[in-house]
């Protein structure tokens, strides 16, 4: 079969995160902040999203589909959307403690 396009978009996501060009994820795993999940699929992350590097866990939360090595189903929009507000919750809170210290 034979198509004549203008543009092809590739929209399966990224590969493996180890394997990734992107230079933000290339930095946070160079630093530490970040580090691949279990099967190399996304990220890895707490059950509060926050991203776990070899330095342990910080002031970064993941959610999407760079949750896919923790958390399979996690690519459709009805999901991003509860992680989103689950996540801003949780960073509300946070900032609630750090101004009550």
Not at 14 to 32: K, N, Y
Request: charged share 25%; net charge neutral.
């Amino acid at each position: 079969m034979h198509m004549d396009v203008q543009c092809v978009l590739d929209a399966t996501g990224i590969g493996r995160v180890s394997e990734t060009d992107d230079p933000l994820l290339r930095r946070l795993m160079a630093r530490g902040l970040v580090r691949p999940g279990p099967f190399g699929l996304g990220l890895d992350a707490g059950a509060d999203y926050r991203a776990l590097g070899t330095r342990g866990s910080g002031r970064l939360w993941t959610l999407g589909p760079l949750l896919r090595g923790v958390l399979w189903e996690c690519i459709a929009v009805p999901d991003i959307r509860n992680q989103a507000a689950e996540i801003a919750a949780l960073v509300a809170a946070d900032l609630d403690r750090a101004q009550a210290a």
